[in-house]
């Protein structure tokens, strides 16, 4: 999309979003309030070289990442045969690696933490929030409606809202849905029943980014 056609449809996002119908706002994290400059692929690759460094494993970066990919898919068949949905969490990827790779002292030690600050360290590097976006969050804010941050990820809540402080937006969301934390996504709807559930909202009044 180039620069122009993008200025006509951030009109047309405001233009929608002026309804007065319109009370609460829905906005997805990745390639909408943010973009990356890689394929987060390789953010997970490099995840993976920095693993093998730190622990100086007989693995290679290829070898854990295939591991990784592999262990993804496992818990999200395991999930989606028990729940009908194909999501996992992160504390379980990292538990299953660190039990295959003999690491179970160094989780405990070092925790789950860990493992997330190396992926956020790269995630940091590798975003480029979108302004026009931002300033739409912004305005939706300043005519007094609420905005949720809605999205289909594995990782926990700290993740997001270390990232969102980074960036210096975490004061626009009056809150974070994260699918990962209930194993309900988006993509099914599921998650959006729990979102209106749990704020006690009509979806005619919601607004989707």
């Not at 997970?44 to 592999?70: A, G, I, M, P, Q």
Request: overall charge negative.
């Amino acid at each position: 999309m180039n620069s122009q056609e993008k200025s006509k449809s951030f009109d047309r996002l405001n233009a929608l979003a002026v309804n007065e119908s319109v009370e609460v706002v829905l906005c997805d994290y990745f390639d909408t309030l943010v973009s990356r400059n890689c394929h987060p692929e390789v953010i997970k690759r490099n995840w993976c070289k920095r693993v093998v460094d730190h622990f100086e494993l007989s693995y290679t970066t290829d070898e854990l990442y295939k591991l990784r990919l592999d262990l993804e898919a496992e818990l999200c068949l395991v999930n989606y045969t028990a729940l009908q949905e194909q999501e996992f969490r992160y504390e379980d990827l990292v538990s299953r690696i660190c039990t295959i790779l003999g690491l179970e002292y160094q989780l405990q030690s070092y925790g789950v933490d860990f493992f997330l600050d190396l992926e956020l360290k790269l995630e940091k590097k590798a975003q480029i929030p979108n302004k026009e976006v931002v300033d739409f969050l912004c305005r939706q804010r300043e005519l007094g409606r609420k905005v949720f941050l809605i999205s289909d990820f594995y990782m926990p809540r700290r993740f997001f809202e270390d990232i969102l402080q980074y960036h210096g937006f975490r004061s626009l969301f009056t809150d974070i849905y994260i699918s990962s934390e209930v194993l309900k996504s988006k993509r099914s709807g599921a998650l959006f029943r729990h979102f209106l559930r749990e704020e006690s909202v009509d979806p005619r009044c919601c607004f989707m980014v």
